[in-house]
């Protein structure tokens, strides 16, 4: 069975910190992990996805990294409009299969 | 840019009662998705959707659960008896087919 878990549950940094999120995965055949954001009360909004092992993507103050086991979501100089929970997805299974296993999410708090 | 819009945005009903979530996904995508997420919990994949018939279901997903898309833009997720447990927030998902992208959610309150 595919599992996703997150670490830290909750995560507090001062404006300008500079900290990473970690996504740990076991999945039968990966054919994606996707990071998203979601914002208290609203959807999961798409940030990036990754399919194999050494790929980056990058976004303002976001980079996220993929190994086989695991993923990182680094933020650099974070501001506090980057207060969010972030989650970590992954798809597998066989080819077709489209359905996302999600982790418990970061809950990330910068304060000014 | 486009996006997936869900309505209502909150629904209370009472426990036995039959409600059906709306969704009109992004139009040019050809993948649904229902998720579900309860308070404090993981988002929980419920079902996929592709070509007018279920491709993906999970354990969630019983026989009180139907989805349906009745025209060529809605695609809505039906209730027939709602339990307590029910009560979650709902996120429908359109993809294209690679990237899932997830509405604002329906809070569905279970009395």
């Known amino acids: 069975e595919d599992q996703v878990t997150q670490s830290p549950e909750a995560l507090r940094l001062q404006e300008g910190e500079s900290s990473s999120l970690n996504c740990s995965y076991t999945v039968s055949g990966l054919r994606g992990l996707f990071w998203y954001r979601q914002d208290p009360g609203k959807g999961p909004e798409f940030l990036f996805t990754?399919?194999?092992a050494g790929e980056e993507k990058e976004k303002e103050r976001l980079k996220a990294t993929l190994t086989k086991k695991e993923s990182f979501l680094h933020i650099t100089a974070p501001k506090p409009e980057d207060s969010a929970t972030y989650l970590c997805?992954?798809?597998?299974?066989?080819?077709?299969?489209?359905?996302?296993?999600f982790g418990q999410g970061t809950r990330l708090t910068i304060n000014p | 840019e486009p996006e997936v819009t869900q309505t209502p945005s909150h629904q209370v009903t009472q426990m036995g009662q039959e409600v059906i979530l709306r969704c009109v996904p992004i139009s040019n995508h050809l993948y649904f998705y229902w998720y579900r997420q309860i308070l404090g919990q993981k988002v929980e994949f419920l079902v996929s959707?592709?070509?007018?018939?279920?491709?993906?279901k999970s354990e969630i997903f019983d026989d009180q659960f139907s989805v349906e898309r009745p025209d060529g833009s809605n695609f809505t997720l039906k209730i027939r008896s709602t339990k307590l447990e029910d009560s979650a927030m709902y996120f429908c998902?359109?993809?294209?087919?690679?990237?899932?992208?997830f509405g604002p959610g329906t809070r569905l309150t279970v009395l």
């Open positions: 990754l399919y194999s």
């Open positions: 998902a359109s993809s294209d087919p690679a990237l899932q992208f």
């Open positions: 959707f592709y070509n007018n018939e279920i491709s993906e």
């Open positions: 997805a992954v798809r597998g299974g066989i080819q077709g299969a489209q359905k996302l296993v």
